[in-house]
């Protein structure tokens, strides 16, 4: 597998950010931590991961943008590329001592993403992906699940927190997909859960109310696994409206078509 000099720029980031979450993911009852909104926690190991990141990104591509979920977003001066990080995207877990946790670092160039790196440094799996250039684990080249049919599958899916409201509308939709799959996962890093459809660990996932720097590397892992992602209306504003819908052709469309059944009228 021959990486760009750009993926090994993002590799490497994550892996330096990831050694940081690795120090102090053994000591977080030190950690200082504050409360964003509802269920979204930050703490001084988001931050550093971060500015990790950032400076090993910047300093490779200073002209390029980036967003970052800890940080002021930066105007690249060159237009085109554009940075999508987090540096801790299972933030909860990590707080709690669960190592299902990563840091996720996307480019996008002229609004489409082309390369993504999802890192977990707690089992050392790194989830590669450039366009054109298929999706890996580690060495090995990733293909999403081969099942064709829900009752086979087991299905990711993140719960929105509490407090925003629209927890009416999720578990209708669960209600839905639980009585179609022979299994629903929730494990807390949409990064993560993304990678295992490429992975095709999970045979599918659905989330809304993301952050384009939840999804943005493993919506490309996902494609270049030969996988499917769409927004939840069938589009391809997965960016920008924070919900997706993946699987292979086949559950990510059966996917998208239970969760949306109507809401029973008793
Ligand atoms: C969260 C995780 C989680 C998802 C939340 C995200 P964070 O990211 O990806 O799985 O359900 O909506 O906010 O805050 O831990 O980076
Ligand atoms: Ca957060
Ligand atoms: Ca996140
Ligand atoms: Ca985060």
Redesign the pocket.
Known sequence: MARSALLNVMVQAAIKAGKSLGRDFGEVQNLQVSVKGPG?FVSNADRKAEKIVKDELMKARPTYGFLG?ESEEIKGTDGAHRWIV?P?????NFLHGIPQFAVSIALERNNEIVAGVVFNPATDELYTAERGGGAFLNDRRLRVGARRVLSDSVIGC?VPHLGRGNHGKFLVELRHVMGEVAGIRRL???SLDLAYVAAGRFDGFW?T??SAW?IAAGILLIREAGGYVSDWDGGSSILETGSVVAGNEYIQKALLDVAKRPVPSR
Do not use: M, V
């Not at 801790?88 to 909860?92: M, S, Y």
């Open positions: 979204d979920e987090d801790l995207d299972g933030t909860t993140g807390g890093s949409a989330e109310g993301l939840d």
